[in-house]
């Protein structure tokens, strides 16, 4: 299970507020990406990075921002902007290479009430 | 954008049976193909991967056929045992993956 954590595991919020959500990984890679997974969606890319410093818009990138300032960690925040920010929400890495495997972390769990 | 859709949604199966699961792909510029298993409440791993240069892959009880002029992957799995009972996402990458929205697969003992 080690090499890429994200932490809480749960997490509960109020409306309005933004909340940050941490990815971390020890991997040495170079690639991250944030997902959301909502029940029969599948899983919907928010945000990712390629490099440090350097950031693209996923697919479902409104109300969610993220920073890249070092290569083991990529933040998302949910913003207030966010419509349904409660899902699960799962980080991944993948080395270097246009395309492979992409690790998991074991995902975080937003409730907004 | 590339659009990716995974058939069927749910199945169920005897043990000891075959399961199959198929993809359709949009971009024909998509050359790598995962498929990752995610047990409930876990995350979602790897269980095998094609690139376009080859037409079918096995590891085990699985395996991966990909037909690029039909843009369609497919998985087997044989002989299917209760521990197989997961959701199984499809992807296409391009630039980054495009998930299927996943098959329950129930392996019923």
């Known amino acids: 299970d080690g090499g890429i954590t994200q932490s809480p595991k749960y997490l509960f919020r109020k409306e309005g507020q933004n909340v940050t959500l941490s990815c971390e990984q020890n991997?040495?890679?170079?690639?991250m990406y944030w997902y959301r997974q909502d029940p029969g969606q599948g899983l919907r890319l928010i945000y990712y990075s390629q490099i440090v410093n350097d950031f693209q818009k996923g697919d479902i990138a409104e109300g969610y921002s993220v920073s890249r300032e070092k290569k083991e960690s990529f933040p998302l925040t949910v913003t207030s902007a966010q419509k349904n920010p409660t899902a699960f929400y799962l980080c991944?890495?993948?080395?270097?290479?246009?395309?492979?495997?992409?690790?998991f972390g074991p995902g975080t769990r937003l409730t907004v009430t | 954008g590339e659009n990716v859709e995974q058939h069927p949604s749910t199945l169920s199966v005897q043990e000891g049976d075959s399961a199959v699961i198929k993809c359709t792909y949009s971009?024909?510029?998509?050359?790598?193909f995962p498929w990752y298993k995610q047990e409930l409440g876990k995350r979602p791993q790897l269980i095998i991967d094609?690139?376009?240069?080859?037409g079918e892959k096995k590891d085990q009880r699985i395996a991966v056929t990909l037909n690029k002029t039909a843009k369609h992957f497919s998985l087997h799995i044989t002989e299917t045992q209760p521990e197989d009972s997961a959701v199984y996402f499809c992807?296409?990458?391009?630039?980054?993956?495009?998930f299927g929205t996943g098959t329950r697969l129930q392996v019923f003992p």
């Open positions: 971009d024909s510029a998509s050359n790598y």
């Open positions: 992807a296409a990458d391009t630039d980054k993956l495009i």
């Open positions: 991944a890495s993948m080395g270097s290479g246009r395309s492979g495997e992409q690790y």
């Open positions: 094609i690139r376009s240069n080859v």
């Open positions: 991997l040495n890679h170079d690639a």
